[in-house]
T-cell receptor
């Protein structure tokens, strides 16, 4: 299995509070991604990174920001959490097949009350 | 219209059965194709890439029809452990690894 960890694995927070999710990889891969998965929508890309300090928006980036100061860490921040951001968040990294084969972390279940 | 469409299922099959999943994609510029497997409350895992000539990995066979914008996955001799949701995934124009996921097809293999 690819060396990807996510923290926290579960979090309950209140509307309006900031939340940061962390993705850590030990594979030294260039590409990292944040997705959210919701019933009826499947997996949707939030943001991705193609190198240290190089990030770009995905399909559902509103309300989220990211940072990547080191190759191994990719942070996802909800500046002011809303109930619509209750979801399962997955981090992914590219595999040895280039940036198109992606490998996923175990996920973070976030509940915003 | 969704960019990647799959029959959500569930497909309920007995052990040993052959089952086929179909997927259509709308963007003719799609370049790379994959099948992922996702177990309940777990992360998606890459099952196999799909090549233009079709490819096989043990009991699993993937086919691509670019003219019809159609991808398929065939599972032969189904096992109980094959029970999962199967996700069809495409990459458009090889854009920086941006993958588009279908919603998945649920498979339940019964004894």
């Amino acid at each position: 299995d690819a060396g990807i960890t996510q923290s926290p694995r579960h979090k309950v927070t209140e509307t309006g509070t900031p939340v940061t999710l962390r993705c850590h990889q030990t594979e030294n891969h260039r590409y990292m991604y944040w997705y959210r998965q919701d019933p009826g929508h499947g997996l949707r890309l939030i943001h991705y990174s193609y190198g240290v300090k190089d990030t770009d928006k995905g399909e559902v980036s509103d309300g989220y920001s990211v940072s990547r100061s080191k190759t191994e860490d990719f942070l996802l921040t909800l500046e002011s959490a809303t109930s619509s951001q209750t979801s399962v968040y997955f981090c992914a990294i590219s595999g040895t097949g280039g940036p198109y084969e992606q490998y996923f972390g175990p996920g973070t279940r976030l509940t915003v009350t | 219209r969704k960019e990647v469409e799959q029959d959500p299922g569930p497909f309920n099959v007995p052990e040993g059965a052959t089952v086929a999943f179909n997927c259509t994609y709308s963007n003719s510029a799609s370049q790379s194709f994959f099948w992922y497997r996702q177990d309940c409350r777990k992360e998606p895992k890459l099952l196999m890439s799909v090549y233009s000539s079709g490819n096989e990995d043990g009991r699993f066979t993937a086919q691509l029809n670019r003219a019809s914008q159609y991808i398929s996955l065939l599972i032969r001799d189904s096992k109980l452990s094959d029970s999962a949701t199967y996700l069809c995934v495409v990459n458009v124009n090889n854009q920086g690894g941006k993958l588009i996921f279908g919603q998945g097809t649920e498979l339940s293999v019964k004894p």
